[in-house]
């Protein structure tokens, strides 16, 4: 089946769940929208991340998808059951994945989970992990300033060094083996947070765990794309497209990102 794949976020953070997809499927379309004008969820109400979700996912059925993928937690931990129920192709978050990808990771199951407000106060990766492994640990922390940091361009540097180095200074009085990035936009300064938290900590993102579910459902329903040639992207963005256009130019792997400006209603 050669309809794209569906991608949703409050921003550019889920471009790293992109960029593990286009690693492991280099053959599929890509069609993604951030939410850019409306970041960061975090702060929001649940109702208000519903709404914004099902606005994204409403645009991209329009355009003829063959499944979604919530790469933005907080959105996942309330909009997902929701979409699944009602959309007519396959939802999946990052959530699960993210829980999974630590669990393999950890030895001593004490796992610290950095999300935005809004993950944090769902509760959504402590069920995951315990469902996954009752002796699991877990201490989340809520890390408001990352994704503006992330939106804004200014995510390297010295800068970027210290607010990440002030943002997690409390967790040093925590003992864990293991972290996960509760946000696809924090893969992007994972490198200063595994300066932080050390060199014996393991960092994991749900990334690349959500490009495998990709893979095995497209391969469950029989809708790998057949056709041999290029496929084709389409990003938006609903509030800066030179902003996007930046950030997307330098994560990705893609020789010409094309953004347009979208508005959702």
Known sequence: MNAPIGVI???????????????LLPNESIYYIGDTARCP???????????FTWQMADALSKMNIKMLVIACNTATAVALESLQRK?????????????????????????????????????????????????????????????PLVESGEYTGEFADQLVQRTLQPLQQTSFDTVILGCTHYPLIQGNIEHIVGENV???????????????????????????????????????????QSIASNWLPLHDVQVRRITLK
Not at 41 to 51: A, F, H
Not at 93 to 102: H, K, P, Q, Y
Not at 204 to 212: G, L, P, R, Y
């Open 41 to 51: 969820y975090g702060p929001r109400s649940q109702e208000q991340v519903r709404t």
């Open 87 to 147: 959309c007519p192709f396959p939802v999946i978050g990052v959530i699960n994945a993210g829980a999974r990808a630590a669990i393999k990771a950890t030895k001593s199951h004490d796992i610290v989970v950095l999300g935005t407000e809004g993950t944090v106060k769902s509760g959504a990766y402590e069920q995951a992990l315990y469902s996954l492994s009752s002796s699991s640990k877990v201490t989340s922390f809520a890390c408001p300033a990352f994704v």
């Open 202 to 244: 393991h960092v994991v993102s749900s990334a690349e765990e959500t490009a495998k579910d990709v893979q095995d459902l497209l391969s469950y329903h029989h809708t790998t794309r057949q056709e041999q040639s290029a496929p084709e992207h389409r990003f938006f963005a609903t509030g800066s497209v030179p902003m996007f």
């Open 9 to 23: 976020d409050s921003g550019v953070g889920g471009l790293t769940v992109v960029k593990e997809i286009l690693r």
